[in-house]
């Protein structure tokens, strides 16, 4: 799949998510992280893989998001904090 491309839907995805209202159960107690916030990184990380061809076997962003939020050894130096 063509990167752009895979980069856009993988946007949308994490958009679609940040911004449900169920996840306002998404508390940390050790810290100010926002579920947009976390979400946010989580793109950040996910496009700079998706830019070094991790990805390139895959056909949708969801299937992209639905990976790394099953395993998140997809991104390289994953912290989430």
Do not use: C
Request: proline share 2%; charged share 30%.
């Amino acid at each position: 799949m063509d990167r752009e491309k895979l980069i856009d839907q993988v946007k949308d995805e994490y958009a679609r998510i940040a911004s449900k209202e169920s996840q306002q159960y998404f508390i940390q107690s050790t810290t100010d992280l926002t579920p947009e916030a976390y979400y946010e990184k989580l793109l950040s990380k996910a496009v700079d893989e998706i830019n070094r061809g991790t990805f390139d076997d895959f056909h949708s962003g969801e299937e992209v998001v639905s990976a790394i939020a099953n395993d998140k050894s997809w991104l390289s130096n994953w912290k989430p904090f």
